[in-house]
T-cell receptor
Framework: DAKTTQPTSMDCAEGRAANLPCNHS???????VYWYRQIHSQGPQYIIH???NNETNEMASLIITEDRKSSTLILPHATLRDTAVYYC?????????????FGTGTRLTVIP | KAGVTQTPRYLIKTRGQQVTLSCSPI?????VSWYQQTPGQGLQFLFE???????NKGNFPGRFSGRQFSNSRSEMNVSTLELGDSALYLC???????????FGPGTRLLVL
């Protein structure tokens, strides 16, 4: 079962930062936060993941609160191609647990 | 490296038939997971294979089966197709069970 709560939809102006929140208040100590996105029925695309420290890569930044009960994915300069459904997933780090539970995600629309 | 590839990309079958879908993981990846995506149920985990062994299985009927070959390529089979099996079937690969999963483009199956 999905252990995360995300807003159903969000809009963002092109060129502005998109901040996508995720609540995971029941997260355990050995669980990572993963973000994927899916563009119009293509396969989900991996974006970033983290355990407790903030992470940044060429696509986005992930900010995890100190109590690890919530996180925010930041797309620094959103483009029209960032319009997609964004999934926040909590995943245990353990052998035999390679199944990802996708919730309903946040539909991000980037507006010109 | 080439990404995860899935064949065929589109498929039309009729009720009662069976279907086999194929997935080639990223080179060096030994874990392959399968997911089903429908508008009503979202993305759901089917099963995972690692080193030719099924390690994890979702809550799907026995009509859904899979296997993995020594080169890590995987196939999934659905027998006695039902209308409700119409879906996007996604394959994801990772180096090992705990590692990040990368998804293929999916196979869209339509059952008439």
């Amino acid at each position: 079962d999905a252990k995360t709560t995300q807003p159903t939809s969000m809009d963002c102006a092109e060129g502005r930062a998109a901040n996508l929140p995720c609540n995971h208040s029941t997260i355990s100590g050995n669980e990572y936060v993963y973000w994927y996105r899916q563009i119009h029925s293509q396969g989900p695309q991996y974006i970033i993941h983290g355990l407790k420290n903030n992470e940044t890569n060429e696509m986005a930044s992930l900010i995890i609160t100190e109590d690890r009960k919530s996180s925010t994915l930041i797309l620094p300069h959103a483009t029209l191609r960032d319009t997609a459904v964004y999934y926040c997933i909590v995943r245990p780090f353990q052998t035999g647990a390679n199944n990802l539970f996708f919730g309903t995600g946040t539909r991000l629309t980037v507006i010109p | 490296k080439a990404g995860v590839t899935q064949t065929p990309r589109y498929l039309i079958k009729t009720r009662g038939q069976q279907v086999t879908l194929s997935c080639s993981p990223i080179s060096g990846h030994r874990s392959v997971s399968w997911y089903q995506q429908t508008p009503g149920q979202g993305l759901q985990f089917l099963f995972e294979y690692f080193s030719e062994t099924q390690r994890n299985k979702g809550n799907f009927p026995g009509r859904f089966s899979g296997r993995q070959f020594s080169n890590s390529r995987s196939e999934m089979n659905v027998s006695t197709l039902e209308l409700g099996d119409s879906a996007l079937y996604l394959c994801a690969s990772s180096q090992d069970t705990q590692e990040t999963q990368y998804f293929g483009p999916g196979t869209r199956l339509l059952v008439l």
